[in-house]
């Protein structure tokens, strides 16, 4: 679900909703295309700190930075959202240092989720 990002009223429709999405749109009138997009969770849903998930980039669209800059984005509105508050994210496993390079550290062991590896990751 798509909300309008203005930090109060986010933090308000918080109380009521999981998330909020964030989605890079490329292309011009008539052929608009969502080329990536992620999900920034409130904190108390999935984890008690806010997170960040379902990060994806569609493959036309990949290893161009669209990835980073989505993530630093969504970085960017916790921080303005909740300040001086930690991140807790599920990563993909051989996602690690992607999500290091933002300040993330592993803090759990593998498990899986959907059958695929994951860590979790505190920043
Ligand atoms: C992972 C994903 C979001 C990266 O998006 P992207 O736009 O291609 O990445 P960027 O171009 O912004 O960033 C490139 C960096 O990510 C790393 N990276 C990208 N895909 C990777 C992969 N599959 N495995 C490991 N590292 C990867 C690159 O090595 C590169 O690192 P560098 O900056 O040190 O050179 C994208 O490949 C994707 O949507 N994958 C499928 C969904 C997914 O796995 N989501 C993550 C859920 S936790």
């Known amino acids: 679900m798509e909300l309008p990002c203005n930090s109060s009223r986010i933090i308000n429709i918080g109380k009521l909703f999981r ?6 749109w490329r292309g011009g009138a008539g052929k608009k295309k969502c080329a990536a997009y992620l999900r920034v969770v ?3 849903k999935k984890f008690s700190e806010p997170s960040i998930g379902r990060v994806l980039v569609m493959p036309e669209f ?3 930075g669209l990835g ?4 630093a984005e969504a970085i ?3 921080a303005k959202e909740y300040p001086n508050t930690a991140i807790r994210i599920s990563a993909q496993q051989h996602l690690e240092q992607f999500y ?7 803090v759990s062991k593998p498990y899986k989720e ?8 505190l920043r």
């Open 19 to 24: 998330a909020y999405s964030l989605i890079a």
């Open 42 to 44: 409130f904190p108390g």
């Open 62 to 64: 990949r290893k161009a």
């Open 68 to 71: 980073k800059k989505l993530t």
């Open 76 to 78: 960017g509105h916790i």
């Open 100 to 106: 290091s390079k933002f300040g993330f550290k592993t």
């Open 114 to 121: 959907d059958g695929i590896p994951h860590i979790e990751m």
